[in-house]
């Protein structure tokens, strides 16, 4: 069974640093896409950092210059680095692969917390 399964949140001060993981298991194909996403309660989900296989990267601006994407390709894991955090970045943080065949599959999500 394929499964993404997302780790590393928690709470944190402002201006403090995380690294989020997301890892997969299961046989995944033909990935096209790994994505970061988060959402508050009452909001959309929004994306937060995509890389593409090949690796171009692109970030929202909230994340410029404060977040960095990667991406391990050989065990299709993803992680996301976020420094100099601010309350609100707070949010569950979620790992999307997207695949040139079959359907996007989304993780359960990590809760991010900062607060002093």
């Known amino acids: 069974q394929v499964q993404v399964v997302e780790s590393g949140g928690g709470l944190v001060q402002p201006g403090g640093s995380l690294r989020l993981s997301c890892a997969t298991s299961?046989?995944?194909?033909?990935?096209?896409?790994m994505a970061w996403y988060r959402q508050t309660p009452g909001n959309e989900r929004e994306l937060v950092a995509s890389i593409s296989t090949g690796g171009p990267v692109s970030y929202t601006d909230s994340a410029k210059g404060r977040f960095t994407i990667s991406r391990d390709t050989a065990k299709n894991t993803m992680f996301l680095q976020m420094t100099s955090l601010k309350p609100e970045d707070t949010a569950v943080y979620y790992c999307k692969v997207v695949r040139l065949l079959g359907p996007d599959i989304w993780g359960q999500g990590t809760q991010v917390t900062v607060s002093s």
């Open positions: 299961g046989i995944i194909d033909n990935i096209i896409i």
